[in-house]
Each structure stands twice: as structure tokens, then as C-alpha cells.
């Protein structure tokens, strides 16, 4: 998991980055890696949640400026020192060498061809790997070029794909996927290709909206694939919709949800339900130094951060539907929901992700309002975890769902259509009539995603 730690920026629009030195008369000196280094340290030792796990970052760690001086030196790089005094339970804490790239990527800006894919390892333990498309953004390259969910391919500028090279052949700008098929156990190229650009593209996460007759009962479907609060008003007006419609039973897709915004978990919470306004949802644990400051106890919502009144479904149970890319702040809904509904999770296993991360700059208050114009380093690193009203928190395996059934790369139907697999089944449990699921005979391992060099990949913040 290591790989993920460090984000370069997908890409670099020069002009806002540089442009924040062009307004400056005097030319800023370029900060030493002594200086950066030094940044990263008492940033950690400030916020770090896991301070109290890193011996380094004790406050009495050094006995003299200079032990501290020659501490700092003994790093050739940030990445250096940043991955030196994380815990050994975090994998989610990162830093960025571009901090512009990355509030870039909170605000849904990524460079993307519209193809959102997974990986799976072969199930011949080769070691080659084929990507699947999980949906297909609009108005982008590949959907102009006719990919479609359910495509499958196996190699990218003629190279097989394979556990070794996949992460630099997924990262270029511009590439050729070659299509293939799968029959559960063979992947077999057809000989087609289709070639795909990524350009900047800012993503509209309310998938798709929709209600759905279900035996002579409206149920609403959404699909909601990241927690990006800029589009929170649009996701208050599609849970308008639904609820002008007269549902009765909700079902949340977020199987491919890696996560984001804490504010913008509560507001779904807070769609979904409405009955529990003021109430309790979470609260946050900040470390030892910290927590008196900082620790909170975060309610039900009643209105989104625009100011405009939540539309409030008032449901006493939910449908949602998950897999192992369902993490952070997908897990937060679920956690924080479960003491006041029922929860109903049909799909897989989530990933497992109870922390938030806060960004730290270089700058005297640690916050983005004067930092330091000699470098664009920030860091990302876990301040608190998230306790629901219960208790219950620290999920490292993930939730476990109530109704297991996994995506079947050979049939994963359409996207909220009635019959796609996991949707069918979770309207069968709304009417009462389960059936039985099938299984793989071989259980097929995801390695990565086409959002995995993201900065916010699977992570939840404030």
C-alpha cells in the first residue's frame, strides 16, 4: 500500500501555480529540503492522530536544536522523513509535492478519459491483469469513442498488462486499451483497440437518479460515487426529486465510492433520515493533545453548507450497495445510520477506513492563508477518527453485508436498470423475495482502479 503515499500531480496547470509568485515583486528563495523537512515535522507532531505511536514525535524527542537540526538533515527528501513518522497501522496519511493539484481533486478536477475502470488479477496466477469498466462518465472521450460498462481489456499500447507495470501504463495521459473478453476463467483478446485523452474533467458525483416501480412500490435508486461538498446542493436536489416522487424505500449505491467530505456524509445521512435533526451522528477523536481543542461532537444536519434546508426522506431503514472500493466516508453513512435504522448493506465487504485527514500547509497556523511561496508541499495526514453514537468505530476489516453477492465481471449489467445483479437483488429483499446468488468458483482479486493514484483515493476529510 505503500505506493500510494505520494501523489505527483496528474497534472499542473501552470499558470495558477506560478501565479502565485508572479504577484510577489521580490523573488522567493526555493526551500531547502532541511526546511521542508522541518515543516513536516512539526506538522505531524501538531496534528498527527497516531503521534502518540511515533516515537520521533515525542515533544521531548530532541535534547537540542541541533540534535533536531542534524535529525532533519538525516532525510534526503520530504517523502523521506513524511513516511518515517507515520504509524504502522496508517496507510491513508500522503504527501503531495503540488498542493494546487490537490485541492484541485477535492473540488472533483482530475485529468480523466471518462473510462472508470477496476483491475483484476488474472485467475490463472500469471500475474497478468485485465481492467473492466465499471461506468463511463458524459461528455468525455470514452464516451464518445462508444466504451461501455461491462468492456474488458488486457493490455494498454499493445503491452499486456500485468501486476508489475500496471500503475505506469494506467497513469499516461493518452493511451490504447486492447478490448478482450472473459468467460469467468479465459480472457481472450478480440483484436479491437480504442484509443482514449484524458483532459481536465470535473465530475458530477450524483450518478445517476432514478425511482423504480417495484411491485406497485417507488423506490429510489442513487448513485453516488464520491463526497465532493461542491456538489452538495445537486445532491439535495436529486434526493428532492425522489422524495416529490413518493418513495418508500431507498436504495444508495456507492459500491464504487472510495469516499471524501465528512460534511458531505452527514448531509446524506441527514437526506436519508431527518426524524433525528440534532441528534448525534459521530464524534471525532483527535489525539491526546488535540482532542480538548479539536474533538467534537458532529449532529444530524438540517441544512447543507449553502445554507439551504435538507430534503429529508425521513426513512427508517436503507438500502446500500457496496464492495471493497466502498471506503471513508461511505463507511461513516453506515456506521453513523446504523444506531438510528436499519441498515441494509447488499454487495461485499467495504474497505475498512474510519479515519479523516485534514491538509496541513507550510504556513505559521499550519492553514493555506500565508505559506510558504518557497514550495507547493502539503501533507494529508490522519487527524481523528469518527466514533458513531454507540461507540463503535476502529472497523479495519470493513462492514460485512447483511446480503452477500459480488459483481460478476462476465454480467454486470447496466447501471440502475431493475436486473442489474445488485440492484435485483436488493429490490427483491425490498418485496420480501430473495434468491439465491451466485458465486465465483474463483475468487478473482481487484488490484487497483483507475482512481488509485488520486490524491483522495479511498480517504475521508475534513
Known sequence: MKYFKYFVGMFL???????????????????????????????????????????????????????????????????????????????????????????????????????????IRYPDGSGNVFGYVRYVLPNTDAESKGVERGNIFNTINDTQITQDNFRGLINLDSYTIG????????????????????????????????????????????????????????????????????????????????????????????????????????????????????????????????????????????YILTTGRSASASELVINGLDPYIEVIQVGTNTSGKFQASRTVYDSPDFGRQGANLGHTYAMQPLVLRSINSVGFTDYFDGFTPEIEIAEDFTNLGVLGDPDEPLLRTALNAISGTRIATKSHTVKLESIGDSNMFSPIYERMYE
Open 179 to 318: 478490448l478482450a473478453t472473459f468467460d469467468g476463467t479465459n480472457v481472450t483478446p478480440t483484436g479491437a483497440s480504442i484509443s482514449l485523452t484524458k483532459v481536465p474533467y470535473v465530475e458530477n458525483p450524483v450518478f445517476i437518479s432514478k425511482t423504480i416501480n417495484n411491485g406497485g412500490n417507488l423506490v429510489g435508486y442513487l448513485m453516488y460515487n464520491a463526497f465532493t461538498s461542491d456538489f452538495d446542493d445537486e445532491l439535495n436536489a436529486a434526493i428532492g426529486d425522489l422524495k416529490s416522487a413518493g418513495i418508500t424505500d431507498l436504495v444508495l449505491d456507492v459500491r464504487y465510492n472510495g469516499g471524501g467530505s465528512v460534511e458531505s456524509a452527514i448531509d446524506l445521512s441527514s437526506m436519508i433520515t431527518g426524524q433525528f435533526n440534532g441528534e448525534i451522528f459521530t464524534v471525532d477523536e483527535w489525539n491526546s493533545e488535540l482532542q480538548n481543542q479539536f474533538g467534537q461532537i458532529r449532529r444530524f444536519n438540517q441544512e447543507i453548507k449553502t445554507g439551504e434546508a435538507i430534503n429529508s426522506l425521513n426513512l427508517s431503514r436503507v
Open 13 to 119: 496547470l501552470g499558470s495558477i501555480t506560478t501565479g502565485c509568485f508572479d504577484d510577489n515583486d521580490d523573488v522567493v528563495p526555493v526551500a531547502s529540503v532541511a526546511e521542508i523537512n522541518d515543516f513536516i515535522w512539526k506538522g505531524m507532531n501538531t496534528f498527527y492522530l497516531y503521534k502518540d505511536d511515533v516515537p520521533d514525535l515525542a515533544n521531548n524527542r530532541f535534547s537540542s536544536e541541533e540534535e533536531y537540526n542534524n535529525f532533519l538533515n538525516s532525510f534526503a527528501s520530504p517523502e523521506a522523513i513524511f513516511e518515517a513518522l507515520q504509524s504502522n497501522i496508517d496507510e491513508f496519511s500522503f504527501l503531495v509535492a503540488d498542493y494546487v493539484a490537490l485541492e484541485q481533486s477535492f473540488d472533483g478536477l482530475t485529468m480523466n478519459n471518462g473510462m472508470e475502470f477496476g483491475l
